[in-house]
């Protein structure tokens, strides 16, 4: 009996020291304003398919972001004149790791002839990096806005703007606007688009923090020559609405 009631003391009297020592931990956190967090899952990284480490490295100041005319960033213009463009992704992802005025280094492709990069991977000026996941795909096409305000550009062309195939389809002004006319339009206004050349120009696009770019619907050295183009995102020409062949599929059986 002695046995059992000197067990079930020291039993209780554990139990009272656990208790007051929960009780102190918490009393000084309550004075310091301490509050127990849990710990933050780890970031789960996703690893490039390819090795990325022997592609040419192409170094310098990131001058501007290069938009698409629905605001996206699809590539970015360095200090020596080099147009880099990136897929999707890699365009959501730069501005926290680089903003203008800041030094980078791309992985990518050189273009032949051209003042060109085709980026697998950048690296900001604080060492961070991001990779293109999937380089064996093909890039996700950029969004192209069909209806929004009209933006004016008015000023000095900086520089022909490629696309990611070496092909001219605008213009990259001095004020860091960037004009999109498409290919077509492009080889026919190449006296428009020279750097140095006065250019005026309006069509649906974006204007904000970032920069301007625009799908020019009217252009020319100045307001008063502006011509009307066919915007670099306009659909292929069709029947119109209504008539007889508007709903016939060009190549299928009913077309022939």
Not at 53 to 59: D, E, H, K, N, Q
Not at 108 to 114: D, S
Not at 124 to 132: K, L, Y
Request: hydrophobic content about 40%.
């Amino acid at each position: 009996m002695d046995i059992h009631r000197r067990s079930s003391c020291r039993l209780l009297a554990g139990v009272l020291v656990a208790g007051s020592l929960v009780a102190g931990s918490a009393h000084a956190a309550g004075r310091t304003g301490g509050q127990p967090t849990a710990a933050a899952p780890a970031a789960t990284q996703i690893a490039p398919v390819f090795d990325l480490a022997p592609l040419p490295v192409t170094s310098g100041q990131l001058v501007q972001y290069i938009l698409s005319p629905a605001g996206q960033i699809a590539g970015l213009l360095l200090g020596d004149g080099t147009q880099v463009f990136c897929p999707q992704d890699l365009g959501e992802n730069l501005p926290a790791i680089a903003r203008p005025g800041e030094q980078v280094s791309i992985s990518g492709l050189k273009g032949i002839g051209h003042p060109i990069v085709r980026a697998y991977a950048i690296t900001g000026p604080r060492g961070q990096r991001i990779a293109d996941v999937r380089p064996a795909s093909a890039p996700a096409p950029y969004d192209s806005p069909s209806i929004g305000p009209d933006v004016p550009v008015d000023g000095t062309v900086l520089a022909p703007l490629y696309d990611m195939q070496g092909k001219v389809q605008g213009a990259i002004m001095r004020d860091h606007s960037v004009v999109y006319v498409g290919e077509s339009n492009a080889t026919r206004l190449a006296a428009w688009l020279r750097p140095g050349a006065s250019l005026h120009a309006i069509g649906i696009g974006v204007s904000g923090e970032r920069g301007t770019a625009i799908n020019a619907r009217e252009i020319g050295p100045d307001v008063n020559q502006a011509i009307h183009i066919e915007p670099a995102d306009a659909p292929p020409p069709g029947a119109f609405p209504g008539s007889a062949g508007y709903d016939v599929i060009p190549g299928s059986a009913t077309a022939q």
